[in-house]
């Protein structure tokens, strides 16, 4: 199964009466585990990010709040 074709099959079993696009731009894993694992992963980010921000009463959007954690910076750990 493709991650697409996964993608898919979660949509239509939805429950929620909104609509949520999660922007995933590559899956680091290609296992059906390794796919659900973080399209999971993306959800509860977004859930997350919407309840700070309706505590907070912020006025960003929540696109504009997940774009702020988008920003990666080096991990001076990880570098070789």
């Known amino acids: ?7 898919a099959m ?3 079993r ?6 949520v696009v999660l922007r995933i731009k590559a899956f680091y894993g ?3 585990n390794a796919v659900k694992t973080q399209i ?3 959800v509860s980010m977004y859930v ?3 309840i700070v921000r ?3 009463g912020m006025e960003a959007s929540i696109y504009q709040i997940l774009q702020i954690f988008s920003l990666r910076k080096p991990c001076t750990l990880c570098q070789e």
């Not at 199964?1 to 993608?7: D, F, P, Q, S, Y």
């Not at 939805?14 to 609509?19: D, F, N, Q």
């Open 1 to 7: 199964m493709t991650a697409r074709e996964l993608l």
């Open 10 to 12: 979660k949509i239509r």
């Open 14 to 19: 939805s429950r929620l009466s909104a609509t």
């Open 30 to 32: 290609t296992s059906e």
């Open 40 to 42: 999971w992963i993306a």
């Open 48 to 50: 997350l990010v919407a």
């Open 54 to 56: 309706k505590r907070l």
